[in-house]
């Protein structure tokens, strides 16, 4: 606009001194003339600008756009708007989605790594063990009777461990690609969880530790797979038993709310720091001083156990005080 109002400026002086100096032409022609220069101008200035905007600005967009441009059409840049004030505001979008993307591959990588080192850790245990057992026995040890037997028994055992692990890495691979199918039915939670007790009542009874109901229930009818859930229940009562206080209790609580039921798992153990809490249902995450890896387990439970809730399209929490205990909360759909 400017640069057209100078030459506007510029062919009126001009005239002006020709009128002057050579001959005489009517005021009227002179600002006309000099109206219809400048509003050519412009539009040559306009289109020009325009232009070559829309040249260099295309490639910005070429760069940021997700979108494939296939035609010239699919992009325009209209001079009526505040054309560099956009490309800041999509560059500045660009930029905080490709940092978005950046940190979460950083985590990606970073659990990554971490889970591999876990991994390696859990599987290099039992194998060792497996080793040592199995030099034994060939440096003499499988002639003595009284060496023998026990440690192929000890060697069974770091192998049925291994392949817990193996196990468990399977179906939590299979549960993160909803692979398993659910045989969601109706059934008294009540029952279930009274048959899990019972299972596990033997691993409660080498610590003194009590499994009760907070009180006496009338059975309560929830629709989910019966089989998974059982499971859930007992990767949560081993947990409380494997990590509860000596001579302590585990106890079930059920909380019947509008469309679903809340049932509670909660022990009197030791307790889970706050900030830890987060990453309790990681894979292979343990709070070391607290769980560790003398208590066995795959250190897969707790990350099968959410997925489990989570392909029911329910939650589960957990919530722990230092030296109190902590209580592991999921909901169910009502039967």
């Not at 060939?138 to 000890?154: S, T």
Request: charged share 30%; aromatic share 10%; with cysteine.
């Amino acid at each position: 606009m400017a640069t057209s109002a100078i030459v506007v400026v510029i062919v009126w002086v001009l005239l002006f001194l020709f009128c002057k100096y050579i001959g005489e032409i009517d005021y009227l022609y002179i600002f006309l003339f000099g109206l219809l220069v400048g509003g050519l101008s412009f539009v040559i200035h306009f289109i020009s600008v325009e232009r070559f905007l829309h040249s260099r600005i295309k490639f910005i967009y070429r760069a940021i756009r997700k979108g494939k441009m296939t035609r010239e059409t699919d992009f325009h840049i209209s001079m009526k708007e505040d054309v560099l004030r956009n490309v800041t505001v999509e560059a500045k979008k660009f930029l905080e989605q490709r940092n978005t993307e950046i940190s979460k591959l950083k985590e990606q990588e970073e659990f990554r790594r971490e889970f591999l080192g876990n991994l390696a850790h859990e599987l290099k245990t039992p194998v060792f063990s497996i080793q040592g057992y199995i030099l034994t026995l060939l440096e003499g040890g499988l002639e003595d009777e009284n060496v023998n037997r026990l440690f192929l028994e000890r060697a069974s055992k770091a192998v049925d461990r291994m392949t817990g692990i193996l196990d468990d890495l399977d179906e939590i691979t299979k549960l993160e690609a909803d692979k398993i199918k659910l045989l969601i039915k109706r059934f008294d939670i009540i029952d279930l969880a009274k048959d899990v007790m019972e299972s596990l009542d033997f691993l409660a009874k080498e610590k003194n530790i009590t499994l009760r109901f907070a009180k006496k229930y009338d059975p309560i009818y929830v629709k989910a797979d019966r089989g998974k859930i059982g499971q859930v229940l007992t990767n949560l009562i081993k947990n409380s038993i494997s990590y509860g206080s000596e001579n302590g209790e585990t106890t079930i609580r059920l909380f019947p709310m509008e469309d679903t039921i809340l049932m509670e798992v909660a022990d009197n153990g030791a307790g889970i720091e706050e900030e830890e809490l987060p990453r309790l249902f990681e894979r292979f995450y343990r709070v070391e001083k607290s769980r560790n890896r003398h208590e066995g387990g795959s250190g897969l439970g707790l990350s099968i156990v959410k997925h489990i809730i989570e392909s029911h399209g329910q939650t589960i929490n957990v919530r722990s005080t230092v030296d109190v205990g902590s209580t592991f909360s999921f909901t169910l759909e009502k039967g």
